[in-house]
């Protein structure tokens, strides 16, 4: 089945960098990228950057979004407790004709 | 800045229909290039995209919900709506109205739905 491959969890330390990774195909993320999004526990989704990499107001510049090929990244710079959270990419499929979430990634700051 | 509000009934039967309305304050549905968005979230579980709403009034389905959904608006109440006919346990789920480029800048704080007789 088609989707979005997120590994489910990555932990790195305070203060450190974090890059995680959204995998698709030439339908989704290789043809229009994909956007990020944080979800703490108990919260709604928070966008952090659009499919076209750019942030939307308010979200720091330490999150920065980047696409190669059908590879998705959104790496985290100077890691902050209240960075840990689930971390979900998102793209539009134009085959399915369906808007794909990946299975999000929990993000641990050590 | 948009606020979303989403309202409706906690509890449904199996087999009824499932209606939610979203309540949008500081915007328009039928102004703007944005997207109108339902999104729903299993308990524990990741984010499913269920449909869109362009302003225009164009909408797209998630083709698995497609033949049980209706995404419409009320432009005098300024409220998004969505119907999902026969339930089952499998649509228990937090759904969300969303609003933006790509459907996901504005999040209303959600809704639990449960599906129980």
């Known amino acids: 089945q088609a989707g979005l491959t997120q590994p489910p969890s990555v932990s790195m330390g305070l203060g450190q960098a974090a890059t995680l990774t959204c995998a698709g195909d030439?339908?989704?993320?290789?043809?229009?990228?994909a956007a990020w999004l944080q979800q703490h526990q108990g919260h709604p989704p928070k966008l952090l950057s659009h499919?076209?990499?750019s942030r939307p107001s308010g979200i720091s510049e330490r999150f920065s979004a980047s696409r190669s090929g059908n590879t998705a990244s959104l790496t985290i710079t100077g890691l902050q407790p209240e960075d840990e959270a689930v971390y979900y990419c998102?793209?539009?499929?134009?085959?399915?004709?369906?808007?794909?979430f990946g299975g999000g990634t929990k993000l641990t700051v050590l | 800045q948009v606020q979303l509000q989403e309202s409706g009934p906690g509890l449904v039967k199996p087999s009824e229909t499932l209606s939610l309305t979203c309540t949008v304050s500081?915007?328009?549905?039928?102004?703007?290039?944005?997207?109108w968005s339902w999104i729903r979230q299993h308990p524990g579980k990741g984010l499913e995209w269920i449909g869109y709403?362009?302003?225009?009034?164009?909408?797209y389905y998630n083709p698995s919900l497609e033949s049980r959904l209706t995404i419409s608006v009320d432009t005098s109440k300024n409220q998004l709506s969505l119907i999902l006919r026969s339930v089952t346990a499998a649509d228990t789920a937090v759904y969300y109205c969303?609003?933006?480029?790509?459907?996901?800048?504005?999040w209303g704080q959600g809704t639990l739905v449960t599906v129980s007789s």
């Open positions: 998102s793209a539009w499929d134009r085959r399915l004709h369906d808007r794909l």
């Open positions: 969303g609003n933006g480029e790509e459907g996901f800048d504005y």
């Open positions: 709403l362009y302003y225009s009034g164009t909408t």
């Open positions: 030439s339908n989704n993320v290789g043809h229009e990228g």
């Open positions: 500081g915007g328009s549905l039928s102004s703007g290039a944005y997207y």
């Open positions: 499919r076209t990499n």
